[in-house]
C-alpha cells in the first residue's frame, strides 16, 4: 500500500480534520486572549467556525464542502446519542418541578412552531409580492437553522435543494450562523440592559477551571478506571454501536415504507435519514434502560454509562459540528435571498425573545430570567449557547434551568416529531403549504394550553398548601 502523500485517499480526510482543529485551536487563543472577543461570550467554535468561513471565502485555506456536510451530518447525531446514554441524576436544584422537563420540551416545540408560522408568513408574503420566484416553504428554515442549529439546518436546507429551492443548503446554514449572533450579540445585549435597570446580578465568572470531585469520574458501582479496556473506550463505543444501530433501524424502516408505500417513502424517508439524530436518541434511550433490566436481572453488575465521559463526548461532537457547520457556508448562494434572509434572521431574533419572554415568565416564574436567557440562547442557537448564557447568571447551576435544557430536548423529541410530517408537506406545493401552515397553528394551540393550564394549576396548588400551613380556617 502507498502510504505517500500521492495517495490522497488516505490522508484527505486527516488533512481536513487537521486544518479544522488547528481553526479551532486558534479561536481558542483569540478567545482567551482578545477582551473584546472574551466579553461576547461568543463560544469558540462558533468564533472558529466564523474564521474557517472566512479564510475559505478567500481560499486561504482548502476546506471541502461535501466533507464539511458529512461532518455536521454525523457529529449532530453522535452528540444527542452521548447526551441520551447519560445516567439521569437525582438533583435537589431549588425550585424544582416534576413537571418542568415536559414543560420545557412543550416550550420548545411550541417556539419552534412559532418560528415556522413566522417564517412561513415572510417567505409566502414575498412571494405573492416582491419575489414571486421565491420558494415559499424556504420559511420552515427558520425553526430548523434558530431551534435545532446548523445540523438540521444543513440537512433540510440540502433536501429542499433537491426539490428546487436553489442555495437552499447554504441559506439554512446563513441562518443557522446569524441565530448564533443572536444568541450571543443579542443575549449579552439584553443582560447587559438587565444588569442596568438592576433586575439581575452578574456573577463575576473569570473562567475558573471547574472544581470536579471522585464522583464525576467513579460514580457508584462504575466499572473501575484501570482494567483491560480503558473507560473513554467504552463510552466511544457504545456511542457507536448505538450510532450503527440507528442505522440499521432507519434503515429497515425506510425499506419497509418503501415496499409498502412507494409515495409516502419518497416523502418520509429522506426525513428520517435527515433527522437521525431524534432516531438515535431514541436508540439511546431503550439502550440505557436496557441496563436497568440487565441490572435486575442479576445479568450485569456494573454501571457502564460515565455521565462526565459521555459529556465529553457530546461536547466534542457539538464543537465540530458547529465549526464544521458554519464553515460549509458558501455566501455566493445567498445571491437574490439576501431579503429574505435579512428579514428572518433579524425578526426571528427579536420575536423569538418576546415569545419567550411571554412564556417563561409564566412557565419559570422562581428562576425567570435563567429560564428565559438558556431557552433563548438554545432557540437561536444550540444547547451549548443557551448554557453560556445561563452562566452570566447562574455559574454553579443552582437553578434547574441548565436541567431544562436537556429533559426539555428529550421531551422535544417526543413532541417534535410531527413536524416530521410537516416539514415534508410543505414544499409539495401551495396547497400543501397552506395545509402546513393551519396545522402548525393547531398544533401549537394544544402545547400553550398545556403550558398555561399547568402553571396555573400548580400555583393554585401551592397557594392551597401556603394556607393550610399557615392555619387559617
Known sequence: MNFSAAHTELWDAMLQFGILSSVLLIANVLRRKVPFIRKSLMPTAVLGGFLAFFLRTFHVIALDGPFLDRITYHTIAIGFIALALRIPEKGSESGADPLDGPKSGALIVSCYLFQGILGILITAGLAATFYPNL??????????????????????????????????????????????LCACIVGVIYINILQKKGKIHIVDNQEKAEALTIEDFQNDNEIPVSQSVDRLSMQT????MVYFLTYLVSLGITGLL????????????PLIWGFNFITGSLVAMAFRQSFRWFTKAKWMQRQYPNNYLLSRISGCAFDYMIL???????????SGLWVPFLLMAVLGGWLTLVFLQWLC?????????????????????TISSGVLL??????????????NLLSGSTFGILFGAPMLILIGMAPKSDWMLRIT?????????????????????????????????????
Do not use: C, H, W
Open 135 to 180: 420558494f415559499k416553504a424556504a420559511g420552515v428554515l427558520l425553526p430548523m437553522a434558530y431551534g435545532q442549529g446548523p445540523g438540521q439546518a444543513n440537512n433540510v436546507g440540502a433536501a429542499y435543494e433537491q426539490l428546487g429551492f436553489q442555495g437552499g443548503q447554504s441559506f439554512g446554514l446563513s441562518l443557522a450562523a446569524a441565530g448564533f
Open 237 to 240: 463505543a457504545m456511542v457507536l
Open 258 to 269: 418503501d415496499r409498502m408505500s412507494p409515495g409516502i417513502s419518497a416523502t418520509v424517508s
Open 324 to 334: 464544521a457547520g458554519i464553515a460549509a457556508i458558501d455566501i455566493r448562494d445567498l
Open 361 to 381: 415568565r409564566k412557565i419559570y416564574p422562581t428562576y425567570y430570567y435563567e429560564g428565559l436567557l438558556s431557552m433563548y440562547g438554545m432557540m437561536t442557537g
Open 390 to 403: 445561563l452562566r452570566e447568571l447562574d455559574p454553579n447551576y443552582r437553578t434547574p434551568a441548565a436541567g
Open 437 to 473: 401552515f393551519l396545522l402548525l397553528i393547531v398544533y401549537m394551540i394544544p402545547l400553550l394550553l398545556f403550558l398555561l393550564r399547568v402553571n396555573s394549576g400548580r400555583k393554585r396548588g401551592m397557594g392551597k398548601k401556603r394556607m393550610g400551613r399557615s392555619g387559617n380556617p
